[in-house]
């Protein structure tokens, strides 16, 4: 240790800074390619006086901190900055309250978002959040990047459960956000503007979420189209015709036959997408309006059910096998995702890149993966080139850069084209009255 991981350790329990360089390059990256900085060392939080105290040591000698969680993120949100101290808040795990009665619960940033589904299901609700990585993806890093899912098109995303937050400043003060009722409007919405915040403004120590009644009976239908746009129609149709869809999933022919190659799910040759649809009660309406699909199946069984579903969460891992992903995340209004999905398809055969897509299509969340071929520093330029003209194509068409992911690094050099020079004003006045030091994750987001 130097003097200043010295002192770090000095303020901290036994055992919670990691200074071992090979340790702490484990520490300094999440899921995307981006290179790291180096790191001074790792503080492995198990409490709120830990990051406090950790946030106070980082002021006075004004050392830039960057918050992990399990490190899932796709947008280069927790990568390390040179001279950085990584702050893992993954031992942060305990679920401090559940009330089966006020339907809420306060967890601390560590708790897997699938494992706060399972707890409140025991009560008969649900964390209706869940994106793809629910399984090992944390509610802080959630919270973070305000992150979605495949049930977002019913129950919004992680700003719409969240009441009220616990959150370290800069300067190590605890500021208490919201309130644990279902509604108030007193002062300003911290609570809103701290989610989707990207660790730039605070660290969450701890979360009150609000949490629903699991639906007794769910119909999932999975329907396979000889055209993609044929399949993006069916989702405005199904959305039309107000069935009210807790899932609305679409995959691409390429994503498919990546999850053939390694599951063997018996994909026909003609198929070029599948639409896989979720709603309580009968599923019937739903599978009627995917007319111009080649074949439509309905589960009769929760098995079933949850063996489709299973095929879309294996989208990405799949896709990971073809190379490395610049995994990105548009966002269009629903009447535009078929006129989206076809650019996406015009765009990969223009460059020649190969471009694997799934969306949260009820909500217009398109996941278009551009993979390359690993060992490479980073993306070769064709696919840069093609990644912004479908950036551009989604803000022509009245949608945004990111849904879910988050800005992180990776989506920095277009931000301008989003929020123009006022709004980049606006966020640089915030950061200036959370972090006027400028240690919080700084270079990300904003």
Not at 389 to 400: I, K, M, P, S, Y
């Amino acid at each position: 240790m130097n003097e200043l991981t010295s002192a770090l350790a000095a303020a901290l329990p036994d055992g919670r800074v990691l200074t071992d360089p090979d340790v702490v390059d484990s520490y300094a990256r999440d899921r995307t390619f981006v290179p790291p900085g180096r790191p001074l060392g790792v503080v492995l939080a198990q409490s709120r006086d830990d990051v406090v105290a950790t946030m106070r040591w980082a002021s006075e000698h004004r050392v830039p901190v960057v918050p992990r969680g399990a490190g899932t993120g796709l947008a280069g949100g927790a990568t390390a900055v040179d001279g950085c101290v990584v702050l893992s808040l993954a031992r942060m795990t305990a679920i401090r309250e559940l009330s089966p009665q006020d339907e809420i619960a306060v967890v601390e940033p560590g708790v897997i978002n699938a494992d706060l589904d399972r707890a409140a299901r025991e009560h008969g609700l649900m964390y209706a959040p869940d994106p793809s990585s629910y399984e090992i993806s944390t509610i802080g890093g959630n919270l973070a990047t305000n992150a979605g899912g495949l049930r977002c098109v019913k129950y919004g995303v992680t700003r719409d459960s969240t009441l009220g937050l616990e959150v370290v400043l800069a300067d190590g003060r605890v500021l208490t956000t919201g309130r644990r009722t279902m509604k108030g409007v007193t002062g300003y919405d911290l609570t809103g503007l701290f989610v989707g915040s990207e660790g730039t403004l605070g660290v969450i120590t701890a979360a009150t979420l609000r949490l629903r009644r699991a639906p007794r009976e769910m119909a999932t239908v999975a329907a396979e189209f000889t055209s993609l746009r044929d399949a993006a129609a069916a989702v405005s149709a199904i959305v039309a015709a107000g069935c009210q869809p807790s899932m609305l999933e679409l995959m691409d022919r390429t994503t498919l036959q990546a999850i053939d190659d390694w599951k063997n799910i018996g994909l026909e040759p003609s198929t070029r997408a599948m639409l896989i649809a979720q709603a309580e009660g009968s599923a019937d309406e739903m599978a009627a309006l995917c007319g111009a699909a080649s074949f439509v199946a309905v589960s009769s069984t929760p098995e079933e059910a949850t063996e489709l579903i299973g095929i879309r969460r294996l989208a990405y891992h799949a896709k990971e096998r073809l190379g490395q992903c610049l995994v990105e995340d548009v966002c269009v209004p629903r009447s535009a995702l078929p006129e989206m999905i076809t650019t996406i398809e015009e765009v990969a055969a223009r460059h020649g890149v190969l471009i694997a897509t799934v969306a949260h299509a009820g909500d217009g969340n398109v996941h278009p993966v551009f993979v390359f071929d690993r060992g490479l520093a980073e993306p070769p330029e064709e696919v840069w080139t093609a990644a912004d003209e479908v950036f551009r194509a989604a803000l022509d068409l009245g949608g945004t850069l990111t849904g879910e992911h988050g800005v992180g690094l990776l989506k920095k050099r277009w931000l301008g084209l989003e929020t123009g020079p006022v709004a980049a004003d606006l966020h640089q006045g915030i950061k200036q009255v959370f972090d006027p030091l400028n240690i919080l994750n700084p270079g990300k987001a904003i």
